[in-house]
């Protein structure tokens, strides 16, 4: 019986353990989209002893939201599923369907598990977008990410303590290498159009966890250390910033401004007109 070791999927190494869960160009690209706070994952070489050990270390880590601890074993699931998918059935997939569904495995494995000891808090959960106060003004930012062509676009809506918008925008922000960044890149989008307008109290309100505890120093990503640095540089001129996580279906207008604001024009803003 003649067993190719090539790995059928790029054809340019053999198809070990550590090639088909981490090193194969299509893995890569799995671990990039999901995003998970271990460095070694970006490294070019890796062994699975040593994921491993990152991955135990990460359970460890408090500041690291559960389903994050718990993302990576979903993960490798998938993209072994996946491999036998491609071998046995010629099916290939999409990276990023990897990630979604190793993300809903791991939602619907802390609903299982955890909801007959620890009921989620339905009532206080925020349901709606929340006004600032008088103070300061809010600006909602969000991303569009397209996974095919990592084009990626920004959308802003700033909004005073009345919940009145006194200015709002999207922006084509060319590309990025991972949702992640594309949050990023939408965050400091939003924070040079509110400072252009002179506004310096101001509260950066996103859907993105991860960003949002980066912001607050909770979590270190390198591999968005360069937006990172350029939010921090920015942040540093105004007078008073903070960073709030909202819920996705309260930062609605800033979702659908990142998505549908840009479609013809690379810049849009306004403070009167909604984008067409
Ligand atoms: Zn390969």
Known sequence: MNIDPICSRCLRDDETIEHILFLCPYAESVWELANIPIQALYLPSISSE?????????QNDN???????????????????TRNNFIFDEKSEDPNHIVWRARADVREWCRVVL????PPPLISKPTHWNRPPQTMLKCNFDASFDPITYETRGGWILRDYRGISNG???????YA?????AEGKALLNAMQQTWIRGIRHVIFEGDCELLIKMMNKSI??????????DILHWSLKFDNTEFVYTPRNC???????AKFGCSTDLFYSSCFHPPV
Request: hydrophobic share 50%.
């Open 220 to 229: 270190y990503i390198a591999s968005i250390d360069g937006v990172y640095q």
């Open 63 to 81: 500041e690291v939201p559960l389903e994050m601890k718990l993302l990576p074993f979903w993960t490798l699931w998938h993209i072994w599923k």
């Open 251 to 257: 930062n609605r207008t800033a979702h659908v401004l």
């Open 115 to 118: 909801l007959p000891h620890d």
């Open 177 to 181: 290498s991972s949702p992640l960044e």
């Open 168 to 174: 709002w925008g999207a922006a084509n922000m060319r």
């Open 50 to 58: 040593f994921f491993l050990e990152a991955v135990f270390a990460l």
